[in-house]
């Protein structure tokens, strides 16, 4: 008995040993990705509130694009997982092939489309003429940033789940440190009382921070990556893995589509409520986002533990490494909220708001600490411990159900007919998580999430 437990510590240590070394570069990326987009609010909220909130809305496409990504990404992270526990090079190699024609296909349409109607597009989310003005002109200006954006995303989630986290992170690290350093000087330098300029040399600045990670990509893959890019091949092995990356993939993507278009959806009933409204929520999503980068990180992290595991047919490793998850993903769901707590004087001091949208502001950061805590076992659970096992139609459906056939049609009649307080309907826009957590917990049980998706190309 003392010989087990000395084995269930050490298994323990081992585990969290493994996992920590994922989840911190993991959620150093997290916070990377989720600054880039911050950073053009939070500094363009320093110089004009209109400013801010166009860019804000505008980044709705944006985020739209990145879904494509996170459900290739996701997918192709699930195969490599796998296929990274029976060290089968070759194959993930075909794999990075395959998401980068996927993700090539998709950046070019997202790309003509922002490019030639920006306008059409941010009328979408606004009728405010001004808001559709700067809006328009930085979605323009950002088209570009597509082009590579969604290769460099490919390579970096392929590297990622064959635990090679933190190149990841260090090259999504110098983007952010270059974009932020070019929005300085555009902003503050160059155009400090030009908000129309500001907004175009701030989208210039993401495009050449999205370029230089391209590079640093396409140099690593070329001189010291496993994997390299290269074309997809045309023979029985890539068909046979093209219908598997298809069958994980295409749930994921949809999963990703309907939550983040219900999303945009929720931010479209918001702008046409009021600018104040716009205001407050553009920097309530920043916050939250940047508050549950470590829930993120559990999730990734520890799907790249749990797909090895299964691939290597460890079952019972498998299952052991979810139980903890769920564990984790509590501890950091709590700590993501009260990380917004403590922070709301510093927000206060760095954007300055009207005080109608400054109030709104503070009761939308009170319900964010809360909705932190459900997101991050939500997030973890499907997101994570689902997808690693192949388990990707549950998130779609679930998603489905609870955004669009509940919290949609609820947001829009609160909004519209009943006409309630901004605050209410935030309340309401942000009870998804809640929704969704027992429904989560009794899938988690039924353990369907334990399969080995590999195949034996030898």
Same mark, same amino acid.
């Given at each position: 008995?003392?010989?087990?437990?000395?084995?269930?510590?050490?298994?323990?240590?081992?585990?969290n040993?493994?996992?920590?070394?994922?989840?911190?570069?993991?959620a150093?990326?997290? %916070?990377?990705s /989720?600054?880039?987009? &911050?950073?053009? #609010?939070i500094? +363009?909220?320093?110089i *004009?509130?209109?400013? $801010?909130?166009?860019?804000?809305?505008?980044?709705?496409?944006?985020?739209?694009?990145?879904?494509?990504?996170?459900?290739?990404?996701?997918?192709?992270?699930?195969?490599?997982?796998?296929?990274?526990g029976?060290k089968?090079?070759s194959?993930?190699?075909?794999? %990075?092939?395959? /998401?980068?024609?996927? &993700?090539?296909? #998709?950046?070019i +349409?997202?790309?003509? *489309?922002?490019?030639? $109607?920006?306008e059409?597009?941010?009328?979408?989310?606004?009728?405010?003429?001004?808001?559709?003005?700067?809006g328009?002109?930085?979605l323009?200006?950002?088209?570009?940033?597509?082009?590579?954006?969604?290769?460099?995303?490919?390579?970096?989630?392929?590297?990622?789940?064959?635990?090679?986290?933190?190149? &990841?992170?260090?090259?999504?690290? +110098?983007?952010?440190?270059?974009?932020?350093?070019?929005?300085?000087?555009?902003?503050?330098?160059?155009?400090?009382?030009?908000?129309?300029?500001?907004?175009?040399?701030?989208?210039?600045?993401?495009?050449?921070?999205?370029?230089?990670e391209?590079?640093?990509?396409?140099?690593?893959s070329?001189?010291?990556?496993?994997?390299?890019?290269?074309?997809?091949?045309?023979?029985?092995?890539?068909?046979?893995?093209l219908?598997?990356?298809?069958?994980?993939?295409?749930?994921?993507?949809?999963?990703?589509?309907?939550?983040?278009?219900?999303?945009?959806?929720?931010?479209?009933?918001?702008?046409?409520v009021?600018?104040?409204?716009?205001?407050?929520?553009?920097?309530?999503?920043?916050?939250?986002n940047?508050?549950?980068?470590?829930?993120?990180?559990?999730a990734?992290?520890?799907?790249?533990?749990?797909?090895?595991?299964?691939?290597?047919?460890?079952?019972?490793?498998?299952?052991?490494?979810?139980?903890?998850?769920?564990?984790?993903?509590?501890?950091?769901?709590?700590?993501?909220?009260?990380?917004i707590?403590?922070?709301?004087?510093?927000v206060?001091?760095?954007?300055?708001?009207?005080?109608?949208?400054?109030?709104?502001?503070?009761?939308?950061?009170?319900?964010?600490?809360?909705y932190c805590i459900?997101?991050?076992?939500?997030?973890?659970?499907?997101?994570?411990?689902?997808?690693?096992?192949?388990?990707?139609?549950?998130?779609?459906?679930?998603?489905?159900?609870?955004?669009?056939?509940?919290?949609?049609?609820?947001?829009?009649?609160?909004?519209?007919?009943?006409?309630?307080?901004?605050?209410l309907?935030?309340?309401?826009?942000?009870?998804?998580?809640?929704i969704?957590?027992?429904?989560?917990?009794?899938?988690?049980r039924?353990?369907?999430?334990l399969?080995?998706?590999?195949?034996?190309?030898?």
């Amino acid at each position: 008995m003392r010989n087990r437990i000395q084995l269930r510590g050490l298994e323990n240590r081992d585990f969290n040993r493994e996992l920590m070394t994922l989840v911190i570069p993991i959620a150093l990326q997290n %916070l990377i990705s /989720a600054t880039v987009i &911050s950073v053009d #609010v939070i500094m +363009l909220g320093m110089i *004009s509130q209109s400013a $801010m909130s166009a860019v804000s809305l505008a980044g709705q496409i944006t985020f739209a694009l990145t879904l494509f990504y996170m459900g290739m990404s996701t997918g192709a992270g699930i195969l490599t997982a796998q296929y990274w526990g029976k060290k089968d090079i070759s194959t993930i190699q075909r794999i %990075l092939s395959i /998401a980068c024609m996927f &993700s090539f296909c #998709v950046s070019i +349409l997202f790309f003509l *489309s922002s490019f030639i $109607m920006p306008e059409a597009l941010m009328r979408l989310f606004t009728s405010d003429i001004e808001l559709i003005e700067y809006g328009s002109r930085f979605l323009q200006m950002n088209s570009f940033s597509y082009l590579v954006m969604g290769i460099s995303q490919m390579y970096l989630s392929v590297i990622r789940s064959m635990e090679n986290a933190k190149l &990841s992170a260090w090259i999504s690290s +110098l983007c952010l440190i270059l974009n932020i350093l070019f929005n300085a000087v555009c902003i503050f330098v160059i155009f400090p009382s030009k908000p129309e300029l500001a907004i175009s040399a701030v989208a210039l600045a993401t495009v050449a921070a999205r370029v230089i990670e391209f590079a640093c990509c396409i140099i690593h893959s070329a001189t010291k990556g496993s994997v390299r890019f290269r074309l997809p091949l045309r023979d029985d092995v890539q068909r046979k893995l093209l219908k598997d990356f298809l069958k994980y993939a295409l749930p994921v993507q949809g999963n990703y589509i309907v939550w983040g278009g219900a999303l945009t959806a929720t931010a479209a009933i918001i702008g046409h409520v009021n600018s104040d409204m716009v205001a407050a929520n553009s920097i309530a999503s920043v916050v939250k986002n940047l508050a549950v980068v470590l829930c993120g990180g559990i999730a990734t992290g520890g799907s790249v533990l749990i797909g090895k595991y299964l691939g290597q047919g460890e079952l019972e490793k498998a299952k052991y490494a979810g139980n903890k998850m769920g564990f984790y993903a509590l501890l950091f769901g709590i700590i993501a909220g009260c990380t917004i707590l403590v922070i709301k004087p510093l927000v206060y001091s760095i954007v300055h708001l009207n005080p109608t949208a400054q109030s709104y502001l503070d009761g939308m950061l009170y319900i964010s600490a809360y909705y932190c805590i459900a997101k991050s076992i939500n997030s973890t659970i499907i997101a994570g411990i689902f997808t690693a096992g192949g388990d990707s139609k549950f998130g779609f459906w679930c998603d489905t159900v609870v955004m669009w056939v509940i919290i949609l049609p609820l947001s829009y009649l609160c909004a519209f007919v009943w006409q309630v307080p901004p605050i209410l309907l935030y309340i309401i826009i942000s009870l998804d998580e809640i929704i969704k957590l027992p429904i989560t917990f009794i899938r988690y049980r039924q353990f369907k999430w334990l399969n080995n998706i590999t195949r034996n190309f030898a």
